[in-house]
């Protein structure tokens, strides 16, 4: 029996460690505990008998990774999905299998492309490529890469110089040179690339002065409004003036604040149809000499196209109409980035007949531009991105200019209820503050509403489900980090030189063994 066993447990201890990574995000933010996880998938590849089961070892481990770290999208389902258990937990294992199958890309390119002399640079380079791929592929599903885990320890300083993605590779590469400990081999191998991963953390605090961004002594007011409504009164119609009137009861007594965020779709109406409410909503902000920035719906009934928007009232740009609201402005903003099934539905002529899930209300929007100008809100430029739009550094970048003094994001994360999922978005949020070295303002439904510091580090935060406001003076910031300026371009090149000399040589010795 224990023979008979003995072939699972490699599997099983990969589900386990990759169950356990997830204890490395937010909210336990165990940072060090993929440097040991991955390790274990890196020893084991190395013992792997064929390319296949090595890609099976890279699924297992994808699966306990991807299961535990977004069990929190089965509350979504399960709650406002219409479907059975059966029917919710047959979607997560689908979309938990399709993300596993990432890991198991790695893992079968680090099998083909193995070479012993440069191993960690190669699981790091593979690594780097799939990721880049779950980031892209069917508009891309970046949650849960590895870099999140160091936002606020470890490598984190690495964060203004290579960003996200760049921490991702050091940490693998790092994993994997502590797996190379014990590998048999020379001693050069076997410890030099452990010295070099020490150094990679060792070096990490003094990488500050490098940072390249400064605070200027500017500093404004912010108010941020946390409506509390529950998801299943978001678009009730007899919701819509309870709601609207709750916002602006709960921005009234501090509309002497310099900036007023209120969340994604914080006003339910249609904004054709609420031009009288965001007429008075306009001129209170103008009598305060403050500004308010909303999310919004906006539907044109002649198109029949709606888009998820943010729109500015009140103070504005000096080159702004500062006067009556009217509907069309230009300081707008317009989300890109769209949530599948939840704001448009692939299929959908066929999807939507399925299930409730592939039939939420509010799930048709067009695509706003990719490269859009930042909301200007009481002279202040602000570059704005929605809900899962954060977790994108390239559009952020996109949209980063020299005029940009704030970050801002606004989601509603009612869907997900009490789970991990929340605190797994701030801590994306604040890894975007850190690489761009820009303080960044997060307005949400229910939670976790809050303000980050240029250095990704949390300001303040209001309690999750609650009706409440979050006050804070921000400091601002300016300098460009080179991640900023640079983006991913040495992560590409090191990765393509480490992928293009494994593929050479392995292309070699196949050479060398057809003419043996």
């Known amino acids: 029996m224990l023979l008979q066993a003995r072939p699972l447990l490699p599997h099983l201890s990969l589900l386990l460690a990759g169950g356990l990574t997830c204890l490395a995000y937010a909210p336990f933010t165990l940072w060090w505990l993929p440097l040991f996880s991955v390790a ?8 792997a008998d064929s390319a296949r089961q090595a890609c099976l070892y890279g699924f297992s481990f ?13 509350v979504s389902i399960a709650q406002f999905g219409g479907l059975p258990l059966a029917g919710s937990l047959g979607l997560m294992a689908l979309l938990v ?13 680090v099998s083909r492309l193995s070479i012993p002399a440069i191993l960690p640079l190669v699981v790091a380079s593979c690594w780097t490529l799939t990721e880049w791929l779950r980031s892209w592929l069917f508009t891309g599903f970046p949650w849960l890469s590895l870099g999140y885990s160091q936002t606020s320890a470890g490598l984190n ?5 290579v960003g996200e993605t760049g921490i991702s590779f050091l940490l693998v590469f790092c994993a994997a040179a502590l797996a190379q400990l014990f590998y048999p081999q020379r001693a050069l191998g076997r410890y030099s690339y452990a010295l070099v991963a020490g150094s990679l953390f060792v070096l990490s605090p003094l990488l500050v002065k490098l940072h390249n961004w400064h605070y200027t002594g500017q500093q404004l007011s912010v108010l941020l409004v946390q409506g509390n409504i529950k998801q299943e009164l978001r678009w009730a119609p007899e919701q819509e003036w309870p709601t609207m009137l709750k916002y602006q009861d709960l921005t009234r007594p501090h509309f002497q604040t310099d900036l007023v965020i209120w969340p994604e779709a914080a006003i339910p109406q249609l904004e054709p149809l609420a031009e009288r409410y965001l007429d008075n909503l306009n001129r209170a902000a103008l009598y305060s000499d403050t500004a308010v920035i909303s999310g919004i719906l906006d539907y044109n009934f002649k198109t029949q196209q709606a888009w998820n928007n943010l729109i500015v009232l009140g103070k504005r740009h000096a080159d702004s109409s500062d006067g009556d609201y009217f509907y069309g402005h230009s300081n707008r903003y317009s989300k890109h980035h769209l949530l599948p099934i939840g704001e448009f539905v692939p299929f959908e002529s066929w999807l939507r007949q399925l299930a409730p899930i592939f039939d939420l209300p509010m799930s048709s929007f067009s695509r706003g531009a990719y490269v859009q100008p930042n909301l200007v809100a009481n002279g202040y430029h602000l570059l704005p991105a929605i809900c899962f739009e954060i977790a994108f550094p390239a559009k952020i970048a996109a949209n980063m200019t020299e005029a940009t003094q704030l970050l801002l994001t606004v989601s509603n994360d009612a869907w997900f209820g009490d789970s991990i999922g929340p605190h797994q978005h701030l801590q994306i949020a604040q890894m ?3 690489e761009f070295g820009r303080p960044l303002l997060r307005a949400t439904n229910t939670g976790v509403t809050a303000v980050v510091k240029p250095d990704g580090s949390i300001s303040k935060t209001a309690p999750q489900f609650s009706e409440t406001v979050l006050q804070d003076t921000v400091q601002l910031s300016q300098g460009q980090t080179p991640y900023s300026r640079f983006g991913d371009l040495w992560l590409w090149l090191l990765s393509a ?5 494994s593929a050479g040589q392995q292309l070699q010795r196949r050479i060398r063994q057809t003419k043996a």
């Open 432 to 434: 975007r503050a850190l």
């Open 40 to 47: 274990l998938l890196v020893w084991l590849l190395q013992r």
């Open 62 to 74: 994808g699966v306990g990774w991807f299961g535990v770290g977004i069990s929190w999208v089965h």
């Open 497 to 501: 030189t480490v992928l293009l000399l």
């Open 157 to 161: 300083h690495w964060a203004p110089l």
């Open 97 to 109: 299998g399709y993300l596993a199958l990432y890991p198991a890309l790695t893992a079968y390119l």
